[in-house]
């Protein structure tokens, strides 16, 4: 297993890129420990996928180095990085049966049989695949089909990475559920470098140590699933971090606090915006807002209350803007008017979108 | 509209793809067909569209049987989870194409795309191809080609399952109001039970063919009528026991006992099952009602605002998710605290004991 350098990237589709928009990724440098369990998450057409063919040698970069254990692998093709792969749809031979599938790469590589033999079955007994080992490929279900294509990418324990994109897309929820723990129990158990490529976030963050937030060819914030919940860099962080995400709400700030729509907002720390912002918003998750019983706080008008199992989501607006709050299963709360609470330790201001400096 | 399906019944060769099955649809709001990949969601809308016909049983629409009428003249519109749109006309032809089809032209016609494109937001992209658009785009055209057509009975398969995660919550949010003014009936298959309840309404769970219960979704949430529902209406999955019942208590194994309140109170004593959604286990030992066990932890899960942990247990893994951020320890002992009043109980033959 490497340590990966992905130095100074970008990446240009297009034969002679003039300005930033011009790429599909715009300047990307980041370093993944050796064994660690990492997470790119982005909505479609972030760059994500373009960095992970970048990585495995599908595509070369127009600019920068693609380094495993400080040996630069820019430039040889994916055969020759000793990658493994997890794909959205399973990549299994339907006429060998599940023995063969997860022998195939390693008797490709010609590793002798009796050590084939003991990888197999180590691998089947960990992804609870040993009942079916005779069975051919073809009769299995999705689910099962899916951990085969893990297994092949898990059984060589000589690669650099296992490179995991949108692996469970196609499972049905109880089955990705299941997968998904199955996933991050075999991590702690063998400890490979693991990447996992995902727009859905429950699943970059419930899978990675760090996880690598995308937006338009762009890192936005790296951090682990707490600090990117708890305290968003940005608030396309906030935003699609969360469900429902972060409130932005468009916020005035003068004499060293934050007034939304005329009424004043206890914030983290007072805020302080740079010179010259052009836009200032507060951010608040669902979460950390109450209804309010008693004096103070933001007028607002519920609008509906959603019944989400374990909680409510309730939809507030103040004005034009749409406040939510995930409320548990007793509070009490119906449409109509109501004051709405921020509890001021998770509520931060954001000068163009960045959470200011002073608040970090 | 009134909808019902009268002792429906499906078999392909020898297969069974759906079992007797009567229904009568809300005809308002959402009716949610909640189940797994081949449970028999899509068998449902292909028998309500009239894309397949039963091999037994009626189809009644508004108090007429419609089961040998042909789709065309049943008035649905169906979406699937694959964006269906003509590649090669614009955004407005695809949009426009139910209605030139009935023949309509002129001012109407353009009325009536201009308002479905301005509901789904689709106004710039009028003039482009399906092709140039984003997946929540095209998606947002085949939602606006049903609604334009103002069917009787609108069918929704999956609609969102190919979108990214944010624009599936986003659509999720805007779907009921869609069709809240429109007059039609909405059926509407998933997989997700979170997708379920955040859509209200109706709810039937179908399992293996079969459909397990209909009724209000919430009602179908916290008071399932057998296990199979309660299985099937859960996210994560929900844990689930044998139990049993004796001097008043219930007993899970050597380690866990508690007093049987509520409707298992009143039951025979014997064996049951135990059925424990996993956000009624908190992690620690607090003074909230409850039995407190303890197990290894097997797996943890942590996605910044909750804590899952998988933990052994009687003889069973056992999941716990509770909110905030709780520090685990693969492979170390941990106590966590079952809130009995969460419990739901199950006869022999599955059915749920209630009072």
């Known amino acids: ?360 | 509209m009134s909808i019902e399906l009268r002792e429906v019944t499906k078999r392909v060769g020898a297969e069974i793809h759906l079992y007797q099955t009567s229904l009568e649809l809300a005809p308002t709001g959402f009716n949610v067909l909640l189940g797994a990949t081949s449970a028999g969601k899509t068998t449902l809308i292909s028998l309500l569209a009239g894309l397949r016909s039963p091999t037994s049983g009626e189809i009644w629409f508004n108090g007429e049987d419609v089961t040998d009428v042909p789709t065309q003249k049943r008035n649905v519109s169906l979406v699937h989870q694959f964006f269906v749109n003509y590649p090669h006309m614009s955004v407005y032809e695809n949009i426009a194409s139910p209605l030139r089809v009935a023949g309509m032209d002129g001012a109407e016609l353009k009325r009536r795309v201009e308002e479905a494109a301005d509901i789904l937001r689709l106004g710039p992209f009028l003039r482009r191809k399906p092709g140039e658009l984003s997946g929540g785009q095209q998606q947002r055209t085949a939602l606006a080609r049903a609604i334009v057509k103002e069917s009787d009975l609108v069918l929704l398969d999956e609609p969102l399952a190919n979108l990214d995660y944010k624009l599936r919550e986003e659509l999720r949010d805007e779907l009921p109001r869609l069709f809240a003014d429109r007059g039609a009936t909405v059926v509407y298959a998933t997989s997700e039970p979170s997708e379920a309840l955040l859509l209200g309404g109706h709810t039937a769970t179908v399992s293996e063919g079969r459909m397990t219960q209909f009724g209000r979704t919430s009602d179908l949430y916290r008071a399932p009528s057998d296990i199979e529902t309660a299985r099937v209406f859960s996210d994560p999955p929900i844990n689930a026991a044998p139990v049993i019942k004796a001097e008043g208590e219930i007993r899970l194994g050597d380690s866990a006992r508690w007093p049987a309140v509520g409707a298992i109170a009143d039951a025979p004593d014997g064996e049951y099952m135990v059925g424990v959604r996993p956000h009624y286990i908190a992690p620690v030992a607090s003074d909230a009602p409850g039995v407190a066990v303890n197990g290894e932890v097997k797996i943890t899960e942590l996605s910044g605002s909750e804590s899952i942990a998988h933990f052994e247990f009687e003889g069973g893994v056992w999941v716990s998710q509770s909110d905030g951020v709780h520090p685990y320890r693969v492979g170390e002992r941990h106590e966590f605290r079952i809130d009995t009043a969460g419990c739901l109980y199950f006869g022999a033959d599955g059915a749920r004991i209630a009072a």
Request: one cysteine or more; glycine letters at 8%.
């Open chain 1, 1 to 360: 297993m490497a340590r990966i350098t992905l130095s100074d990237l970008r990446h240009s589709y297009l034969p002679d890129p003039q300005s930033d928009v011009d790429y599909a990724l715009k300047r990307i440098h980041l370093e993944w420990e050796d064994g660690g369990a990492y997470a790119l998450l982005g909505p479609s057409g972030c760059g994500k996928s373009t960095l992970l063919n970048i990585i495995s040698g599908l595509l070369h970069p127009s600019e920068g180095r693609v380094l495993f254990d400080g040996d630069d692998v820019t430039g040889r093709p994916p055969d020759q990085r000793n990658i493994a792969q997890v794909f959205q749809f399973p990549v299994i031979y339907d006429t060998m049966t599940v023995y063969d599938n997860l022998a195939f790469p390693l008797r490709n590589r010609g590793v002798e049989a009796a050590r084939v033999e003991a990888r197999v079955r180590e691998i089947a007994g960990m992804l609870e695949l040993d009942e079916m080992l005779d069975v051919r490929a073809a009769h299995l279900t999705p689910d099962n089909k899916q951990k085969i294509s893990m297994g092949r990418g898990l059984v060589r324990d000589d690669v650099n990475v296992i490179m995991f994109d949108e692996p469970l897309t196609v499972i049905d929820p109880h089955l990705k559920w299941k997968l998904r723990s199955k996933l991050k129990e075999l991590h702690q158990r063998v400890r490979a470098t693991m990447i996992y490529v995902t727009h859905d976030q429950t699943e970059a963050l419930t899978f990675a140590d760090q996880v690598v937030v995308m937006q338009e060819g762009e890192i936005v914030q790296i951090g682990t699933p707490v600090e990117l919940f708890e305290r968003p860099a940005h608030t396309f962080v906030g935003h699609f971090i969360g469900s429902p995400g972060m409130n932005v709400l468009p916020c005035e700030v003068r004499d060293g606090a934050a007034f939304f729509q005329g009424v004043r907002v206890a914030t983290e720390t007072a805020p302080t915006p740079p010179q010259g912002a052009s836009r200032l918003e507060l951010g608040v998750r669902p979460e950390f807002v109450t209804l309010a019983n008693g004096d103070g706080g933001v007028p607002a008008e519920i609008v509906r209350v959603a019944d989400a199992g374990r909680r409510r989501i309730v939809e507030a607006r103040a004005g034009e803007t749409r406040i939510n709050l995930l409320l548990d299963d007793e509070t009490e709360a119906a449409p109509g008017p109501a004051t709405l609470s921020f509890e001021s330790a998770k509520t931060r201001v954001y000068a163009d979108g960045w959470l200011m400096e002073g608040a970090r």
